[in-house]
């Protein structure tokens, strides 16, 4: 288990889900390098030292404070021009998969047909995150480009003793890489998954990451490793092409925000699920439940998580290829309808009818007053299994996330982007930042920004107790998963389905850094995994 206790730093901080990624960061700091450094710093060392959440075949989300704006990074990828629904199902030839409980959204957009697959080629899209760490540094880093590989690079050339959560992950993945053989070859040990405090090398991911440092991520679209990613997928059954990689470009976009009992929540637009978490937190906006028991709190809470994931679920796609109504979504007048809908017993959530108009997370602080919101991951564990032999690396199977229902905005297509559901978080007070945070886990991110939240703003917690506080996760229908600790509240009188679930990665885990009033931060490390919060 994780701290007990925040940290408190008078210059800079850096959380993330794995120590080693945490000290990359603060040495980034300690270099003289921005929020920006040490966030690229500490995402490229996850690549590394957690890879069953993230890898360099995954995509990245980012949210940055400049010291006087924020400013949001959307580095998810395409579809390959060669997927189409068509292509899909015919690859599946009637044998339908069934969605499961890793698909977040795709479970609630399924067609007819099913579901996209999740293993193998055809879940496979662009790697935004390569270019999303070569884009932040860009427009916000200070020490060259290369020097945030340092660390990622070492340990993966002379390896790193694994840490406990992180092993127990990748011993459940291994069940799963046993019918990949390149995964097999490069991810495991003999066969099984390395132990916690076992040593663990990946030679050919440093000489990848070398690769991409030297080049400015051009090596990984334009280069040695696209033209690798190219022959491997013509020659075994892959849709991705050289072409494919050259033409991704990440995009800059503005933060969504919605105000909370007196707070400004912070979410990027689709097609990351962020939106979920804004609805929920807009109809709890309306609500005052200060003194009201446990039970009706968090009954509250679930009821308007549902109807925010019964929206998402129905609007959230790639807005470069079809309108996604947010605006319409966040007014307070849906807002309110929303909320007239909720009653003193469990519902069945849909969506509303509008008045028209796997992964890692972390966070960094600089002494300049710029902060950091960062997630990326390859989805589903290792994501889709497929490793590139020579370059240490798998890709991720986003693609997972499209729909094949047709008439479904979220429907699979040729260079569209899936519903995401990995999401940064970023939290201000009339125009003052008070800091970035995020919990990772698919379905559970947006339930986990709502609840650090609530913990923050009305239960006046500091970073580390909000993330320690006992969570919920609402699976489908009336399922509701609690950990021991909120057994007892009594959310079965409501009509929910409790399951008790003693396993803490069902419930995701976080980070958070607030700015202080007088200066400096304090932060907070989930609990549930093997992160810290480090600073100086």
Known sequence: MGPETPLYAPHGAVATSQPLAASAGLAALRRGGTAVDAAVAAAITLTVVQPGSNDIGGDLFAIVWDGQRLHGLNASGRAPAALTREAVLVALDGQVEQPSPAHGGAQAVAGPEGVMPT???LPVTVPGAPAGWRDLHARFGALPFEDLFTDAIRYAEEGYPVSPAVARQWARAAVIGAGFPEWTRVFTVDGRAPAAGERWRN???????RLIAESGAEAFYRGEIAAALDELSARTGGLITAADLAAHENTWVEPL??????YQVWELPPNGQGLAALLALNILDGVDLTGAPVEDRLHWQIEAMKLGFADAHAHVADPDRVPVPVESLLRAEYAAQRRGEISDRAAIPAPGEMVRGGTVYLCTADSAGMMVSLIQSNYMGFGSYVVLPG????LQNRGAGFSLDPNHPNVVA????PYHTIIPGFLTRDGVPIGPFGVMGGHMQPQGHLQVVTSTVD????????????RWYWHTGLDVRVEPALAEVGLARRGHQVTVVDDPAAFGYGQAIWHLPDGGYIAGSDPRADGCAVGY
Do not use: I
């Open 203 to 209: 030679p050919d991911a440093a000489r990848c990451l």
């Open 119 to 121: 293993r193998g080629w």
């Open 459 to 470: 239960g006046g917690l500091d970073p580390q107790a909000a993330l320690a506080a006992p």
């Open 414 to 417: 040729p260079g569209k982007r």
């Open 391 to 394: 370059y240490g690396f798998g």
């Open 257 to 262: 925000a919605v105000s909370y009992h007196g």
